[in-house]
T-cell receptor, first 116, second 115 residues
Framework: GENVEQHPSTLSVQEGDSAVIKCTYSDSASNYFPWYKQELGKGPQLIIDIRSNVGEKKDQRIAVTLNKTAKHFSLHITETQPEDSAVYFCAASNMNYGGATNKLIFGTGTLLAVQP | DVKVTQSSRYLVKRTGEKVFLECVQDMDHENMFWYRQDPGLGLRLIYFSYDVKMKEKGDIPEGYSVSREKKERFSLILESASTNQTSMYLC??????????????FGPGTRLTVL
């Protein structure tokens, strides 16, 4: 089955610096790659996603890149702020449009700490 | 806004007790999921359901069962709680995918401690 590896497990940056979190997946049939942010005391929340027919997607200070050949995808946060401090999870899925359930396989998470 | 609620934020139970964790979503989503979250292991899928009375095993179903009698409610049952089931339990829901986004909406979690 699909396996998703995520690195690093913890990341500490200074406010204003960039942060990069990397994931690799094993199933070449995976075609959808979301990123979730989990703030303290809350459940994870989707922040950005990318499909396999796109190499890069950007939304303000966050961006995701995908290298299908290498089975790598990454989250980039620029100009980090203290409110970016959270646990970030990558995930992979083989999406079946109109199908019943599409499971997400999550990575192990990255604790990002942005130091003021 | 989509809301997923879980019956308890914190729960303490004794070994051998039967434990019920309840989850309710208010957006008429077809799919519902139960995960457990442990440090260094991420989110691991226990069970999911794509319709009322339907259920499928996830990656770590041993020691758990589920019930979905109504579309909005998905229950996780620990038949005989053990200390290795001490964890954070997260419920999520999603709709059947018709467009590009496969978003799961999570509840706030229940931190279960089994003594």
């Amino acid at each position: 089955g699909e396996n998703v590896e995520q690195h690093p497990s913890t990341l500490s940056v200074q406010e204003g610096d960039s942060a990069v979190i990397k994931c690799t997946y094993s199933d070449s049939a995976s075609n959808y790659f979301p990123w979730y942010k989990q703030e303290l005391g809350k459940g994870p929340q989707l922040i950005i996603d990318i499909r396999s027919n796109v190499g890069e997607k950007k939304d303000q200070r966050i961006a995701v890149t995908l290298n299908k050949t290498a089975k790598h995808f990454s989250l980039h946060i620029t100009e980090t702020q203290p409110e970016d401090s959270a646990v970030y999870f990558c995930a992979a899925s083989n999406m079946n449009y109109g199908g019943a359930t599409n499971k997400l396989i999550f990575g192990t998470g990255t604790l990002l700490a942005v130091q003021p | 806004d989509v809301k997923v609620t879980q019956s308890s934020r914190y729960l303490v139970k004794r070994t051998g007790e039967k434990v019920f964790l309840e989850c309710v979503q208010d957006m008429d989503h077809e799919n519902m999921f139960w995960y457990r979250q442990d440090p260094g292991l991420g989110l691991r899928l226990i069970y999911f359901s794509y319709d009322v009375k339907m259920k499928e095993k996830g990656d770590i179903p041993e020691g758990y069962s589920v019930s979905r009698e109504k579309k909005e409610r998905f229950s996780l049952i620990l038949e005989s709680a053990s200390t290795n089931q001490t964890s954070m339990y997260l419920c999520a829901s999603s709709r059947v995918i018709r467009t590009g986004r496969n978003e799961q909406f999570f509840g706030p979690g229940t931190r279960l401690t089994v003594l």
